[in-house]
């Protein structure tokens, strides 16, 4: 049990389009789910905490208006890069808490961005 | 306010050896400590975790830490490497929903 899904797995954009990253909860409900970025060969940086239902909270000096993160249902949570550009270009990975066992987090198997 | 350290960036031990990568935390709370491995181009899976009780943890793939709070440690080994164990490690600390991960240790499995 917990698997966790993202969708696409990788992308490819052209500069200034917007792409949506998918992340589902296939076998539980997420109460809280993570958004990460990961910089190659370096470790992953929180971007933001998602909770259905509710806005997102994003860590200190990452753009609200650019990451847009939406918490529609227990078993998803979408990524949106808006306006991407070459510097967003990265691995995004995302986690969820099920319920009930909130201090450990199932990861997903990362989406590659590649802005062109 | 939490932390984590990674005692080398890169490990190389021969298939069969012992495997030993460090970990050492700060934490004003509890900790509940994990050790995840990323395989390349692939998500983070949990190895084993440190929530409460038993200090000794066993995971998976035969790996195991020993969460040790006079030395603010939570070193993973395992008694024999096996090339399938060659991935990015990382040791993270948590508490309050979010974690706090470690640069991470490559390991390096020389046959």
């Known amino acids: 049990g917990a698997v966790v899904s993202q969708h696409p797995s990788r992308v490819i954009c052209k500069s200034g389009t917007s792409v949506k990253i998918e992340c589902r909860s296939l076998?539980?409900?997420?109460?809280?789910m993570f958004w990460y970025r990961q910089f190659p060969k370096k470790s992953l940086m929180l971007m933001a905490t998602s909770n259905e239902g509710s806005k997102a909270t994003y860590e200190q000096g990452v753009e609200k208006d650019k990451f847009l993160i939406n918490h529609a249902s227990l078993t998803l949570s979408t990524l949106t890069v808006t306006s991407a550009h070459p510097e967003d270009s990265s691995f995004y990975i995302c986690?969820?808490?099920?319920?009930?066992?909130?201090?450990?987090?199932?990861f997903g198997p990362g989406t590659r961005l590649l802005v062109l | 306010a939490q932390s984590v350290t990674q005692l080398g960036s890169h490990v190389s031990v021969s298939e069969g050896a012992l495997v030993l990568l460090r970990c050492n935390y700060s934490?004003?709370?509890?900790?509940?400590l994990f050790w995840y491995v990323q395989y390349p181009n692939q998500g983070l899976q949990l190895l084993l975790k440190y929530t409460t009780g038993a200090t000794l943890v066993k995971g998976i793939n035969g790996f195991e830490a020993e969460f040790k709070k006079s030395e603010t440690s939570f070193h993973l080994t395992k008694p024999s490497a096996h090339m399938s164990d060659a991935a990015e490690y990382f040791c993270?600390?948590?508490?309050?929903?979010?974690?706090?991960f470690g640069t991470g240790t490559r390991l390096t499995i020389i046959p």
């Open positions: 986690s969820a808490i099920r319920q009930g066992i909130k201090e450990t987090q199932y």
């Open positions: 993270a600390v948590g508490g309050n929903e979010k974690l706090t």
């Open positions: 934490s004003s709370v509890p900790p509940y």
């Open positions: 076998d539980f409900q997420a109460t809280t």
